[in-house]
């Protein structure tokens, strides 16, 4: 596993439907792809939607983790870099997609997140998701 300044974590609300998720995945790829970095893997975060009232569990997203690894970018540089990577995402989303019923928030981050970036570091070596 590559060092933690390394690491991107990406929380993406996902449409519950698995042809636009798969669209919205696609896309997010293209762009870190584009911005010259790696896709390590995606998570399913573990969600309990018998907790939601029935509106909220009628139009609950799919909430997924991206991992993205930089082979030579760190620091505030990577993190302007999956800023952009972010901004990229949304153009090519509301270019490519025709249904825009459905939104995809997006946040994609180094040390904002890096308390969830290390636990899910530690959970994808061990496997444990």
Known sequence: MPAGEQLGVGMIFLPAEEEPA????????????????????????????ELLGTQARENQPQIEQILIQ????TGDDLERLLYLVRKQTLR?????????RWRMPLKISTHA???VARSFTKAWC???F
């Open 22 to 49: 798969a669209i919205a995945r696609q896309i997010i790829e293209r762009a870190v792809t584009e911005a010259g970095l790696v896709v390590l893997g995606w998570r399913v975060v573990p969600v309990k939607p």
């Open 70 to 73: 930089s082979e030579n970018v």
């Open 92 to 100: 090519i989303a509301y270019a490519d997609v025709q249904d825009q």
């Open 113 to 115: 997140h890096f308390p």
């Open 126 to 128: 061990d496997r444990q």
